[in-house]
């Protein structure tokens, strides 16, 4: 059975779609199957692929009844990874949702059926704690949190774990934290460093040993439709997201 992991964190810009973007793909080319989510209505996921024009329908008419995910999901570029794609629709989703019943578990009954399809179900999250976000925590297993190495940032995660410990009280019991990943790491800055040994302090093994430095790359390549992995898979950032995938197989016993 697969895994669903909610990619997360309330602040924007942090690293949340191009983790997504580039440690799906780095898992893809280890030959597992994937499948992202991408659950925040901007669609930069959708964009990072190259999808666009590919679209039909997205993840608004999965939630508003209107299509099924069969009808939705796209092949990436890569074989064995594919998305389920949104548009700037997805924003009416939350509040068509509010007069649901258990409009919470809209998402999970769509991608529970499909773990025995996918090894890991990533979903790219809103940076915000809306109706959107709250049914990604409720569908997911667990949380991996970007952490970007800049002032203001265990603020941010302070707040984060809060709101996970709220949902695990009531909605989702067995709510984990897969893990944090620190994001833009700047070894020459010493704040950056600060961060990087701050966070570290505070969640311990919670946090991968891997970090995924700032890279012109990992801010180029969704233009060109592709992860970096892809577009320029020596580059440092790629690298960092291919040692991530490696780190997280390692951790579930897999062999990279």
């Excluded at 959708?46 to 939630?63: C, Q």
Aim: charged share 20%.
């Amino acid at each position: 059975m697969g895994k669903i992991i909610a990619i997360t964190n309330q602040k924007g810009g942090v690293g949340k779609t191009t983790t997504a973007l580039n440690l799906s793909a780095s898992l893809a080319l280890a030959n597992e199957n994937i499948l992202v989510v991408d659950s925040d209505p901007q669609g930069n996921l959708t964009s990072g692929f190259g999808l666009r024009s590919r679209m039909n329908s997205g993840l608004y008419e999965v939630y508003t009844g209107k299509a099924t995910v069969e009808d939705i999901m796209l092949q990436t570029l890569i074989p064995n990874l594919y998305i389920l794609p949104t548009t700037m629709d997805l924003f009416a989703a939350e509040i068509e949702l509010l007069d649901k019943a258990d409009r919470e578990m809209t998402l999970k009954n769509m991608l529970w059926p499909l773990k025995k399809r996918f090894r890991y179900i990533f979903i790219d999250c809103p940076p915000s704690f809306g109706l959107l976000t709250l049914n990604a925590l409720v569908a997911a297993e667990s949380v991996l949190v970007p952490v970007q190495c800049e002032y203001f940032a265990m603020e941010g995660v302070s707040l984060l774990i809060k709101l996970l410990w709220r949902i695990r009280g009531s909605f989702n019991e067995t709510l984990d934290m897969e893990g944090i990943l620190l994001t833009m790491y700047n070894r020459h800055i010493a704040l950056s460093r600060q961060i990087s040994e701050d966070v570290r302090k505070m969640f311990k093994s919670k946090v991968y040993d891997t970090v995924s430095p700032r890279n012109i790359i990992l801010a180029e390549s969704p233009s060109h439709g592709k992860p970096a992995v892809l577009y320029a898979p020596n580059s440092s950032g790629a690298q960092g997201y291919i040692a991530l995938a490696k780190e997280i197989l390692n951790e579930n016993n897999l062999l990279f």
